[in-house]
């Protein structure tokens, strides 16, 4: 189990920076379309993928948006964040083995507790995949929650 704390509104800083990284596996694409409901044979199909400006098959642009909002929620501001928007640019495609990073940076506090923040994923190559911005309602207090561990998933 992992246990987290949030950075509450008085204490997040204009500069101060989190990360957030993850593979990008077979599983991840069968299970975010199931999920979605997206079936593109663009992130499913090989053959039909390698007919396509990509030449192979590519992660679904939101997953960049999922792994976003797991960096919100889970690192900066953390537990008790909630998302009033989200602006993305894809600048790359995601392909199945990519390592994502989602770095955050706050760039603005607001009133009545809300924040901006930068919001970009990178591949290992430190190449910009997505660029993005958010604007969240930070939490008021400082809280430590414990992670909820899911059970293991087949796709078969």
């Known amino acids: 189990m992992t246990q987290v704390t949030n950075t509450p ?11 957030f990284s993850k593979t990008v596996e077979e599983r991840d ?9 997206d079936h593109n044979p ?3 199909d ?21 792994l976003i909002s797991a960096a919100v929620a889970c690192q900066l501001p953390g537990p008790g964040t909630i998302y009033i928007g989200q602006q ?6 995601v392909k199945i083995g990519d390592t994502l990073t989602v770095r955050l940076e ?17 591949n290992q190559r430190d190449e ?4 993005g911005e958010a604007e969240i309602l930070a939490p008021r207090k400082q809280q430590s ?9 087949s796709i078969g």
């Open 42 to 44: 663009v992130h499913l």
């Open 145 to 153: 929650v414990t992670l909820t561990e899911l059970p293991a998933i």
């Open 106 to 122: 706050i760039l603005e506090k607001l009133p009545k507790f809300r924040v901006r923040i930068a919001t970009n994923v990178y």
């Open 88 to 93: 993305m640019s894809f600048q790359k495609p």
């Open 29 to 37: 694409i069968q299970l975010f379309a199931a999920m979605s409901g």
């Open 9 to 19: 509104y008085e204490a997040l800083e204009v500069g101060q920076t989190a990360s």
């Open 128 to 131: 910009l995949v997505v660029a």
């Open 46 to 66: 090989a053959e039909y993928a390698a007919g396509t400006m990509f030449k192979e098959r590519i992660a679904h642009g939101m997953f960049s948006g999922a």
